[in-house]
């Protein structure tokens, strides 16, 4: 089972927003309504801030929303802040092993 | 408020075998609503899912690590634990508990703090 496909980095500058792409198949990403995403600052453990495509957490800021066309799941940060700067992994279920992460995109926040 | 924290040793030689311990405050490992998951971060790399463990003690682990991997349940100590056997520098990583929602393959909502574990001599 390979990785989702994410991009390696992205940036922006504060204020902007940011779109982070998660591709998978119709396996995973494109047949199921099970994709999360993480935010993971250096040497901590990653948080949960989008569930089931576009649920956010309790405490997650609003400006994270989530969606999905097709076979690729997407991240948007609005607003983008300075503290949001850190690596972001998506996640899907998939009918093969359970459950798949994307290789993460680091996000600089310029 | 739902906390994980991780426990084992931070050195393992190559061709033995890692094992690390889970302790959950907050919630149950009896519990029927969430499974409990062993992920994993390889220094400067992404996540891996490892494998999970229910309440009944029914277990599903990733394919690629299936034939190395044990996870347990000690609900008399409300603790979950990790044995991969026969590790090579290639298991070096960070080592994370989490709890997993239902239907498995959903999100993990709460995480440890994670545990490094080099592989050496």
């Known amino acids: 089972q390979s990785a989702l496909t994410q991009p390696a980095s992205v940036s922006g500058s504060p204020g902007q927003s940011i779109t982070i792409s998660c591709t998978g198949t119709?396996?995973?990403?494109?047949?199921?309504?099970?994709v999360s995403w993480y935010q993971q600052h250096p040497g901590k453990a990653p948080k949960l801030m989008i569930y089931?495509?576009?649920y956010r957490p309790s405490g997650v800021s609003n400006r994270f929303s989530g969606s999905k066309s097709g076979n690729t799941a997407s991240l948007t940060i609005s607003g983008l802040q300075a503290e949001d700067e850190a690596d972001y992994y998506c996640?899907?279920?998939?009918?093969?092993?359970?459950?798949?992460f994307g290789g993460g995109t680091k996000l600089t926040v310029l | 408020q739902v906390q994980l924290q991780e426990s084992g040793p931070g050195l393992v030689k190559p061709s033995e075998t890692l094992s690390l311990t889970c302790t959950v405050s907050?919630?149950?490992?009896?519990?029927?609503?969430?499974?409990w998951s062993w992920i994993r971060q390889p220094p400067g790399k992404g996540l891996e899912w490892i494998g999970y463990?229910?309440?009944?003690?029914?277990?599903n682990y990733n394919p690629s690590l299936k034939t190395r991997v044990t996870i347990s349940l000690d609900t008399s100590k409300n603790q979950f634990s990790l044995k991969l056997s026969s590790v090579t520098a290639a298991d070096t990583a960070v080592y994370y508990c989490?709890?997993?929602?239902?239907?498995?393959?959903?999100?993990?909502?709460?995480w440890g703090q994670g545990s490094l574990v080099t592989v050496s001599s």
């Open positions: 989490a709890r997993e929602s239902i239907p498995a393959g959903d999100y993990f909502d709460y």
């Open positions: 907050g919630d149950s490992v009896s519990s029927e609503s969430y499974y």
């Open positions: 463990i229910y309440s009944s003690g029914a277990t």
């Open positions: 119709s396996s995973d990403v494109g047949g199921y309504d099970y």
């Open positions: 089931r495509i576009t």
């Open positions: 996640s899907s279920f998939t009918n093969s092993i359970s459950l798949v």
